[in-house]
């Protein structure tokens, strides 16, 4: 893979390193590296592949942010359907204020990419500024992020607030992956090859790779602390998404009252997040975010098992074969 001539836009340029601090460079510079789907470096850290270009905001994040029992953090691989879990937990808490037909209309996802709703530890709050100031967040905060159990700030754990895990088959994961960082891409450096991205894939290194171990996290910590972590998987949401969405509520501590429930409160939100009404919003066809991604790359077909019509029935199997090894014994079947 040629690295490109002209400067990559901002969302892809890796650490202006001769902006930091020696020690950070010297740290940086010493973790292994690989290059990512992209153009630029991936890391490793702490056990897991992160983009070089987020390690500040990782480094910030993990020293800096202090987590409050009421706090909720949403956490995903990236392409599980992070988008979508946003909106719904943001249209989810915020319901009261949304709730009638009026204020229906003016409802902040209709004219926002949920991303901008709802702060990125690692991808926004901490890689702008090493300790924002959060104080005027009202409670309950939500946030996002894509780190590792492992890696999470330890504030996290001791405050004991809530965790959303979502995972995805690890196959559309993959594809869809695959589709983003083709996009993300300069024009001249064209696709990047799948199998070279399976290769990859398959030796965990994918962004906030090994996958397995990303997802074993999470699953070890639901099963140890089920009132801390919950951990739903995309294809349960799309089966059944009323049962999902109350299971949501029940657990981040805003359930549906019967009231609620009568009124069709549940359909409404699913009806404000479904793919199909998201991806129709002329925000997410052609607004950008303030990092300068487009909307529209965060929506595609938003489909279960769309993976058969990219990979052989053999490149299924090869991951199928990865994830049968890795997640032996844990009991979980992606
Ligand atoms: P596909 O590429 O398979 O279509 P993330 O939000 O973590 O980046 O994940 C993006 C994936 O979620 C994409 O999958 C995208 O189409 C899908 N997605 C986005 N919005 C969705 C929605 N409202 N419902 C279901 N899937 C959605």
New binding site residues.
């Given amino acids: 893979m040629q690295a490109s001539q002209s400067p990559p836009p901002d969302h892809l340029r890796d650490l202006r390193e001769d902006d930091m601090p020696q020690a950070f460079k010297d740290l940086v510079s010493s973790l292994p590296s690989e290059e990512d789907w992209v153009i630029n470096t991936l890391r490793l850290y702490q056990g897991f592949w992160f983009p070089s270009r987020l390690l500040n905001g990782i480094f910030n994040c993990q020293n800096h942010f202090q987590a409050h029992p009421s706090d909720i953090l949403l956490v995903?691989?990236?392409?599980?359907?992070?988008?979508?879990?946003?909106?719904i937990l943001f249209a989810l808490l915020n319901r009261a204020k949304y709730s009638n037909s009026n204020s229906q209309r003016r409802h902040p996802l209709l004219t926002q990419n949920s991303h901008d709703l709802v702060l990125h530890l690692e991808h926004k709050l901490y890689l702008q500024q090493e300790n924002p100031d959060l104080s005027a967040l009202a409670s309950p905060r939500l946030f996002v992020t894509h780190l590792p159990y492992s890696s999470l700030p330890q504030s996290v754990s001791d405050s004991k607030c809530k965790l959303v895990y979502?995972v995805?088959n690890p196959k559309?994961t993959f594809?869809?992956m695959w589709?983003?960082f083709n996009k993300m891409r300069p024009e001249e450096n064209g696709q990047i090859p799948i199998q070279e991205c399976l290769d990859k894939f398959c030796r965990g290194v994918s962004p906030y790779g090994p996958y397995w171990d990303h997802v074993l996290g999470y699953q070890k910590a639901s099963l140890e602390k089920p009132e801390q972590v919950l951990f739903v998987t995309?294809e349960q949401?799309?089966l059944d998404p009323h049962v999902h969405v109350r299971r949501l509520a029940d657990f981040v501590g805003c359930p549906f009252s019967e009231e609620e429930l009568g009124d069709g409160a549940v359909e409404g939100i699913l009806r404000m997040?479904?793919?199909d009404?998201?991806?129709s919003l002329e925000v997410n066809k052609s607004g950008k975010l303030s990092n300068g991604l487009e909307n529209k790359l965060?929506?595609?077909?938003?489909?279960v098992g769309?993976w058969v019509n990219y990979m052989s029935a053999e490149m299924g199997e090869r991951i199928d074969g990865v994830m049968d090894e890795k997640l032996h014994g844990s009991g979980l079947k992606l």
């Fill in positions: 995903t691989n990236p392409k599980s359907g992070t988008t979508w879990l946003t909106a979502l995805r559309d594809i869809s589709h983003f995309y949401m799309k997040c479904s793919f009404n998201l991806s965060f929506f595609r077909r938003g489909e769309d």
